[in-house]
């Protein structure tokens, strides 16, 4: 299998996609648990005709794959040497997490987004920092019943960021960066709240109210609120980074038990990630045990690791507004014609070794 030959399946994609106004640039990776075979560059950061090129330098706002690449990855942590479990109690690590009907929710509930939390609320327009955001948290009703429902939760990721914090005795960002310093490199392009030296390499997101360019400032509104740094968005990276994450989790150990679909009725959740379903943003052609998530920036990075597959996609379809549409038909698009040109590359072998 050539490079240029996922490259040409990958390029209509992303140019209609372009061209559409969909986002204005994307940088693409794509590998084994190994190493990468294919990294596709297109694009500008912005629409403007004068914004540098996309490359693989290209910084992103990885929005909601810190849920994935960061937090749920400190957490195996956590459960390897066994300072947190997935069946402790939030109370036991959220002092201010009282009242009955809460009472049973536990960590892997917050992982699996379904602790009966409601998917999103707007803390950020009447609170800042971590003791008032938590306090709200725990004074908010309940949506469902824990376990009966599954309802992707900003506020659940958020708590389990400040639990994690707890166990641990120190904040997530020192977390995180141990984290990576030990288990992939310290160089790796991948970090909260990025150094102003960085912002030209960053592709901007939503504008401000004001018009102006948001670069290298976290674009989630709660994640601001909260310094930039939190458990459910405000990294920043690189494809490559991104890339390295995946192999990462393809050569975990933790990866079976993160995984495993959950058994909450109705929910295609695992611990932290998504899985495969036809109306997955990874496509159709993945296998049944693929695992993926999604970043309201415009990012996503899908695993399968049945096939020994991984795809990184990172645009900034946010900029200049959220208000463009057609990401998720690129998601898909881009999926299927990476494994539809791996799979005629694999048929094309074939018949030549049986020749």
């Known amino acids: 299998m050539s490079e240029a030959t996922v490259s040409t399946a990958i390029a209509p994609v992303i140019t209609k996609a372009i061209r559409d106004g969909v986002f204005p640039g994307a940088v693409i990776e794509a590998g084994r648990a190994h190493g990468p075979f294919v990294r596709f560059m297109a694009g500008r950061q912005t629409y403007d005709d004068a914004s540098p090129a996309v490359d693989g330098d290209t910084i992103y706002d990885l929005a909601s794959l ?9 957490m195996a942590g956590e459960l390897a040497a ?4 997935l069946n402790d109690r939030v109370r036991h690590w959220i002092e201010g997490w009282t009242g009955e009907e809460r009472q049973s929710v536990t960590v892997r509930d ?4 379904a602790s009966g939390l409601p998917g999103h609320r707007k803390y950020f327009e009447s609170r800042q920092g971590r003791a008032a955001f938590e306090m709200a948290i725990c004074e908010e009703p309940l949506d469902y019943q824990p376990r009966t429902n599954s309802i992707y939760s900003d506020p659940g990721f958020m708590l389990l960021g400040f639990a994690m914090e707890n166990a641990a005795g120190e904040p997530l960002e020192q ?16 970090f909260f709240r990025p150094d102003a030296r960085l912002w030209p390499r960053i592709a901007p997101t939503e504008n401000t109210a004001h018009g102006d360019e948001r670069r290298g400032e976290v674009h989630d509104d709660n994640a601001r609120a909260l310094g930039g740094v939190a458990a459910h968005a405000g990294l920043f990276g690189t494809a490559a980074a991104v890339g390295a994450c995946a192999r990462w989790w393809m050569t975990s150990p933790a990866l079976p038990l993160f995984a495993a679909r959950t058994s909450v009725p109705g929910s295609s959740r695992a611990l932290g990630w998504d899985t495969m379903l036809p109306t997955s943003s990874c496509g ?9 998530h999604t970043g309201f920036t415009g990012t996503s990075l899908w695993i399968d690791h049945a096939n020994d597959l991984y795809v990184v996609m990172l645009t900034n379809r946010v900029h200049p507004s959220r208000d463009g549409e057609g990401i998720q038909d690129a ?25």
């Open 82 to 85: 066994g300072r947190m479990r």
């Open 110 to 113: 917050l992982l699996e987004h």
């Open 175 to 190: 977390q995180f960066a141990r984290w990576k310093a030990r288990e992939l490199s310290e160089d790796t392009e991948l």
């Open 66 to 74: 810190t849920k994935v690449i960061g937090t749920a990855a400190l």
């Open 284 to 292: 159709t052609l993945m296998s049944a045990t693929a695992i993926g």
């Open 331 to 355: 998601r898909r698009a881009l999926h299927d014609a990476i494994i539809t040109a791996l799979r005629q590359a694999d048929a094309g072998s074939a018949r030549m070794d049986s020749a």
